[in-house]
């Protein structure tokens, strides 16, 4: 069980609103809750409510199914708090044994019991905004001219512009 003071509130984070690994239903055998424990020297901008978030999974997934999972919650979430942000994670653990980085290609059944927090450690960083790209018809077109010194730049130039 980890404890948490106020001030270490907001590095903790719940992931809900997973993907679902299959279309089918889960049993509870079959199914994990964890809750992720983000380092506290990582800095979060947006403080979230572990318990309003529970995070279900299918015991079969893979350490890397989690991870990318965990990335996807945190970037929809901070989106929504109007910060956009991303997570990449480094490092991940069970923090029952702290000191055991986790293989991101074995089974989450191997090193995870239901209720179980698992700790992460990686770099955040400002959402990639995409540009809106313009219509084909609104762009305007660019020749670039180069060469050498004295190789006939300047000539060719003004045999383009008096010709047109």
Known sequence: QVQASKSVFVAFLAVGHVRPLNSGKMSAADELELIVWFHPSMKLL???????????VKSSASVVDLMDMCEEFFESHT?????????????????????????????????????????????????????????EEDKVPVTILTGFLGSGKTTLLNYILQEQ
């Open 46 to 56: 947006v403080p979230i409510d572990p318990a309003a978030h529970p995070f279900k």
């Open 79 to 135: 989106r929504e708090a109007g910060t956009p942000s991303e997570l990449q994670i480094n490092v991940l653990w069970n923090v029952k044994d702290h000191k055991k980085a986790l293989n991101p290609n074995e089974k989450l059944s191997q090193h995870f019991a239901s209720g179980d927090s698992f700790g992460v450690y990686g770099d955040l960083q400002p959402a990639v905004v995409k540009a809106e790209t313009k219509k």
